[in-house]
């Protein structure tokens, strides 16, 4: 399943340093440690802008999902997931049956990459 090229920019180049090293990194508060998406500019708990990069454990579980039919058969599948560190993160679903997609699946994140484009975390089932 090809996730097309993606390029960093000075928003996400700590994101991209860390999908190329294998790592999901999700942000902390460093005032009230609450975990946030990779893309928040504060907070979620208390607002504060002080946010560091943490290595998530890759682990999720599947909240929703749609199947998306391609122009020339087949089919991509974008899934949102609950991290087990609690925030929620949409990717597309590769090596999924939607047949067999429930809530709650327990899921892992892996990367992958279109050509030297940036490596692009995918959601798979656990
Ligand atoms: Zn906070």
């Given at each position: 399943?090809?996730?097309?090229?993606?390029?960093?920019?000075?928003?996400?180049?700590?994101?991209?340093?860390?999908?190329?090293?294998?790592?999901?990194?999700?942000?902390?508060?460093?005032?009230?440690?609450?975990?946030?998406?990779?893309?928040?500019?504060?907070?979620?708990?208390?607002?504060?802008?002080?946010?560091?990069?943490?290595?998530?454990?890759?682990?999720?579980?599947?909240?929703?999902?749609?199947?998306?039919p391609g122009r020339e058969g087949g089919a991509t599948i974008?899934?949102?997931?609950?991290?087990?560190?609690?925030?929620?993160?949409?990717?597309?679903?590769?090596?999924?049956?939607?047949?067999?997609?429930?809530?709650?699946?327990?899921?892992?994140?892996?990367?992958?990459?279109?050509?030297?484009?940036?490596?692009?975390?995918?959601?798979?089932?656990?």
């Amino acid at each position: 399943m090809p996730v097309g090229p993606v390029a960093r920019d000075g928003r996400t180049a700590v994101f991209f340093d860390g999908t190329s090293r294998g790592e999901f990194l999700i942000r902390r508060c460093q005032h009230c440690g609450a975990a946030g998406e990779p893309a928040i500019g504060q907070c979620p708990g208390c607002g504060s802008a002080d946010l560091d990069w943490s290595p998530a454990s890759g682990v999720a579980t599947l909240v929703s999902w749609t199947v998306v039919p391609g122009r020339e058969g087949g089919a991509t599948i974008l899934a949102i997931g609950q991290l087990a560190e609690g925030p929620w993160w949409w990717a597309q679903f590769a090596d999924a049956d939607p047949a067999a997609l429930r809530t709650g699946l327990p899921l892992r994140i892996t990367f992958e990459r279109d050509g030297e484009h940036e490596a692009v975390p995918v959601f798979r089932p656990a």
